[in-house]
């Protein structure tokens, strides 16, 4: 008998506990249950279950400005509503106590008795640090300072430091004994480069993918673009850079740039679509070419560079639209670079700077080509 009476406490003891969490809207599955079971805790529950049902019914009713008042007035009173210049004040104090410019500081210090009070006294207790004699720390205090600091790494071994140094350029391939020992002594970066070695040989072991084709005709295209090619290189763009040079032969130069346009134009008729016309082609890209006349000794030059026009016309629907437009937009730029040098030549003959910034236009007019007809090939 006692224990079922213990027992029945026990469970009215829980309701009671349970009952507040239980009226917020929480899952307590033993306060429905118990509420069922016991006739006392079930009235308590249906009590408060009707009168929050009956305050929900209620109008609701807007509170009258004295209550309004009047609660504000209590609740800053118990400061749990911060006027928002203390709070700009408690925000800007720590910045003034710096040393900082906060005019706001002092000035609602002023106003604001409890701030007021606040900046006083941490004044004073500043000036009271720094009236403090200064004293030397003892033996143990550095030992320990130290022995902290040098536990939470603030303090690097040089051995370490020279490791992390050469890291790099032993990893690259060179002779770098001091990392392999030093590795082998310390644990730390001994487990760094036990890492990092363990990632290269995973990366080794991935299978090689290529890149789609897509992906090379972009990346190629942007670096056009960028100028990655406008360097001379070997093979015929160094024959052109030639060009440049005062002390060579013209005769040679000329014969040399009639070779290497018969050699680029051979291999781009591979390149043809059945039922095309390369030498129609070719004459409307030299008409184009030739039409403004450029001075004779840069007229084998200007072939060269009608040539592979032409070849690049006759193949452009082998390039993706994307790669296409980038070229396209180059060599328009190109021309207009091309017409206007030879129009100063045409009005002014002499024009020694034109005449060099048309020998460079036609460079990089043929190495834009020469990359365009590259990928065409692909």
Same mark, same amino acid.
């Given at each position: 008998?006692?224990?079922?009476?213990?027992?029945?406490?026990?469970?009215?003891?829980?309701?009671?506990?349970?009952?507040?969490?239980?009226?917020?809207?929480?899952?307590?599955?033993?306060?429905?249950?118990?509420?069922?079971?016991?006739?006392?805790?079930?009235?308590?529950?249906?009590?408060?279950?009707?009168?929050?049902?009956?305050?929900?019914?209620?109008?609701?009713?807007?509170?009258?400005?004295?209550?309004?008042?009047?609660?504000?007035?209590?609740?800053?009173?118990?400061?749990?509503?911060?006027?928002?210049?203390?709070?700009?004040?408690?925000?800007?104090?720590?910045?003034?106590?710096?040393?900082?410019?906060?005019?706001?500081?002092?000035?609602?210090?002023?106003?604001? =008795? $409890?701030? %007021? &009070?606040?900046?006083?006294?941490?004044? !004073?207790?500043?000036? #009271?640090?720094? *009236?403090?004699? +200064? /004293?030397?720390?003892?033996?143990?205090?550095?030992?320990?300072?130290?022995?902290?600091? =040098? $536990?939470? %790494? &603030?303090?690097?071994?040089?051995?370490? !430091?020279?490791?992390? #140094?050469?890291? *790099?350029?032993? +990893? /690259?391939?060179?002779?770098?004994?001091?990392?392999?020992?030093?590795?082998?002594?310390? =644990? $730390?970066? %001994? &487990?760094?480069?036990?890492?990092?070695? !363990?990632?290269?040989? #995973?990366?080794? *072991?991935?299978?090689? /993918?290529?890149?789609?084709?897509?992906?090379?005709?972009?990346?190629?295209?942007?670096? =056009?673009?960028? %100028? &990655?090619?406008?360097?001379?290189?070997?093979?015929?763009?160094?024959?052109?850079?030639?060009?440049?040079?005062?002390?060579?032969?013209?005769?040679?130069?000329?014969?040399?740039?009639?070779?290497?346009?018969?050699?680029?134009?051979?291999?781009?008729?591979?390149?043809?679509?059945?039922?095309?016309?390369?030498?129609?082609?070719?004459?409307?890209?030299?008409?184009?070419?030739?039409?403004?006349?450029?001075?004779?000794?840069?007229?084998?030059?200007?072939?060269?560079?009608?040539?592979?026009?032409?070849?690049?016309?006759?193949?452009?629907?082998?390039?993706?639209?994307?790669?296409?437009?980038?070229?396209?937009?180059?060599?328009?730029?190109?021309?207009?670079?091309?017409?206007?040098?030879?129009?100063?030549?045409?009005?002014?003959?002499?024009?020694?700077?034109?005449?060099?910034?048309?020998?460079?236009?036609?460079?990089?007019?043929?190495?834009?080509?020469?990359?365009?007809?590259?990928?065409?090939?692909?």
């Amino acid at each position: 008998m006692e224990d079922s009476r213990y027992q029945a406490r026990a469970a009215c003891a829980r309701f009671d506990a349970e009952l507040e969490a239980f009226m917020e809207g929480e899952a307590r599955p033993f306060v429905a249950s118990h509420g069922r079971d016991c006739a006392a805790c079930g009235a308590l529950l249906a009590d408060l279950a009707a009168i929050r049902q009956a305050a929900l019914e209620l109008p609701q009713e807007e509170p009258s400005p004295l209550v309004w008042t009047n609660l504000r007035a209590q609740l800053t009173a118990e400061k749990a509503v911060r006027a928002a210049a203390c709070a700009q004040f408690e925000a800007e104090l720590q910045a003034c106590l710096e040393g900082e410019t906060r005019p706001l500081v002092a000035a609602h210090a002023r106003e604001c =008795a $409890a701030c %007021g &009070a606040l900046l006083e006294d941490l004044q !004073a207790v500043r000036q #009271a640090a720094q *009236a403090l004699p +200064l /004293e030397e720390p003892s033996p143990a205090v550095w030992t320990n300072l130290r022995a902290q600091l =040098a $536990a939470g %790494g &603030a303090f690097r071994v040089p051995a370490c !430091a020279q490791f992390e #140094a050469e890291l *790099a350029d032993y +990893l /690259e391939g060179e002779a770098r004994p001091l990392v392999p020992a030093h590795a082998r002594e310390c =644990a $730390a970066c %001994g &487990a760094v480069l036990a890492d990092i070695e !363990a990632l290269r040989r #995973a990366a080794s *072991a991935m299978p090689r /993918e290529e890149p789609s084709p897509f992906l090379w005709t972009r990346l190629c295209a942007q670096l =056009a673009e960028a %100028g &990655a090619f406008g360097q001379p290189v070997a093979g015929w763009r160094q024959i052109l850079s030639w060009r440049f040079l005062p002390h060579l032969a013209p005769v040679g130069v000329l014969a040399g740039l009639v070779v290497m346009a018969s050699v680029l134009i051979l291999p781009s008729l591979t390149f043809q679509h059945p039922g095309g016309s390369q030498e129609g082609a070719g004459a409307a890209a030299a008409t184009q070419v030739a039409s403004a006349l450029p001075p004779a000794e840069d007229r084998a030059l200007a072939q060269v560079v009608s040539d592979l026009e032409s070849s690049f016309k006759a193949n452009e629907a082998l390039l993706t639209p994307d790669l296409k437009a980038t070229y396209d937009k180059s060599l328009v730029s190109l021309d207009g670079s091309i017409r206007e040098c030879l129009d100063s030549l045409q009005r002014e003959p002499g024009n020694t700077l034109a005449h060099d910034y048309l020998l460079a236009a036609y460079t990089r007019k043929a190495e834009v080509l020469s990359s365009a007809l590259e990928f065409q090939g692909r």
